[in-house]
């Protein structure tokens, strides 16, 4: 097989669906990665922040948005009023991918291919079945296109308070339509700019800026 369904356990809680996908060889990724960097927090949290993939610091720790992308999020986070302790905070995909610079020192991360992310899909949304949470924010194209499809564009996506497709229809043309249409599902879908997209820019404070207003709009789905 080449994803992760025949890996992810029915009736499973989240620590046995933890568990499960430490051992997870549903794509190649996780021969080169040192452990699977599963999601992290409560599963009553009200919000799910969904990033790209682990990159060097969370494959080292196995805890996902530790490093420098993590750190921003964090202050945004609390500049936009959501509390990281009612946020479940995971990944589209949940092995390290990475590239040897020349020499084979450092580790450069690389996004993962759409095969990847849909390979890793069925994690995903085993977590957002049991979490159920009231808005799930995408970080970035990765974490949009693994929720809504092929046709999401962070410039057309982001800032909007969208309608959470249900489960079954993510990461299909149907889940974009759905979000923008409405549906019957009670949750919310709010996309916004990766965090590590405003630490490589040259005007992170409009970009921080930016990412903090499209937070603030999940925020007020809380409230
Ligand atoms: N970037 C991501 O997308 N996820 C992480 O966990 C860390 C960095």
Known sequence: SHDAGPYVPEHADLAALRRAAAGCRGCPLYADATQTV???????AQVVLVGEGPGDQEDRTGRPFVGPAGRLLDQALEEAGIRREDAYVTNAVKHFKFARTAGGGRRRPQPPSAAEVTACRPWLLAELRLIEPEVVVALGAVAGRALLGSAFRVTQY??????????ETLGTRQAA??????????????ATIHPSAVLRSDDREAMYAGMVADLRVAAQALA
Do not use: D, K, Q, Y
């Open 38 to 44: 599963f999601g992290e927090g409560e599963p009553s």
């Open 158 to 167: 982001r800032g909007r308070l969208l309608t959470c497709p249900p489960p």
């Open 177 to 190: 339509r759905i979000a923008e249409e409405g549906g019957e599902t009670a949750g919310h879908i709010v």
